[in-house]
T-cell receptor, first 115, second 110 residues
Framework: DGGITQSPKYLFRKEGQNVTLSCEQNLNHDAMYWYRQDPGQGLRLIYYSQIVNDFQKGDIAEGYSVSREKKESFPLTVTSAQKNPTAFYLC??????????????FGEGSRLTVL | DAKTTQPTSMDCAEGRAANLPCNHSTISGNEYVYWYRQIHSQGPQYIIHGLKNNETNEMASLIITEDRKSSTLILPHATLRDTAVYYCIVRVNAGNMLTFGGGTRLMVKP
């Protein structure tokens, strides 16, 4: 089935360690996004990519890094520079151009806890 | 993108219509209104969107006022599974970024 797969679903990390969250989609979408969600809050945009080998910072990019080497993959690295990384991370994708209805397709999320 | 204002929470009886309001008084002419919902600990799910006209699909109806400064999402027969946070977002269709505010926490009660 087509969709977005995020892994791992749950992740624990010690302070000072980098961690990479995986996001893979088989929807043939050009654009991909990473959001962060804290308890009881809305989603905040970390990074987004409109096309392979290109990405842009969102509202809260500090302490995070991404790559977009393949159309179907958009991994997010939470670095040790991120001061408060414990959160729920959501990956999404959408079409571009005239096919774009504005509909985002989300994965099931990855919950990161820093011990 | 224009900002939106939604009530923090609402209750609805099971089987009744749930009417979720959204204020977007600064919306511009080319901005669409989108609705998503998020069931606890899952990714948000697209519901519906519109520009000027009222819209209906299998999930919900979207009523946009004539001046476009507010809208209402209607779930015609709410079920317990409709308990979720509902986000109202306005966005220019040419861009892809969506900004999610706090949303409305809808509790459907038996």
């Amino acid at each position: 089935d087509g969709g977005i797969t995020q892994s791992p679903k749950y992740l624990f990390r010690k302070e000072g360690q980098n961690v990479t969250l995986s996001c893979e989609q088989n929807l043939n979408h050009d654009a991909m996004y990473w959001y962060r969600q804290d308890p009881g809050q809305g989603l905040r945009l970390i990074y987004y990519s409109q096309i392979v080998n290109d990405f842009q910072k969102g509202d809260i990019a500090e302490g995070y890094s991404v790559s977009r080497e393949k159309k179907e993959s958009f991994p997010l690295t939470v670095t040790s520079a991120q001061k408060n990384p414990t959160a729920f991370y959501l990956c999404a994708s959408s079409q571009r151009g005239t096919a774009n209805t504005g509909e985002l397709f989300f994965g099931e999320g990855s919950r990161l806890t820093v011990l | 993108d224009a900002k939106t204002t939604q009530p923090t929470s609402m209750d609805c009886a099971e089987g009744r219509a749930a009417n979720l309001p959204c204020n977007h008084s600064t919306i511009s002419g080319n901005e669409y209104v989108y609705w998503y919902r998020q069931i606890h600990s899952q990714g948000p799910q697209y519901i519906i969107h519109g520009l000027k006209n009222n819209e209906t699909n299998e999930m919900a109806s979207l009523i946009i006022t004539e001046d476009r400064k507010s809208s209402t999402l209607i779930l015609p027969h709410a079920t317990l599974r409709d308990t979720a946070v509902y986000y109202c977002i306005v966005r220019v269709n040419a861009g892809n970024m969506l900004t999610f505010g706090g949303g409305t926490r809808l509790m459907v009660k038996p």
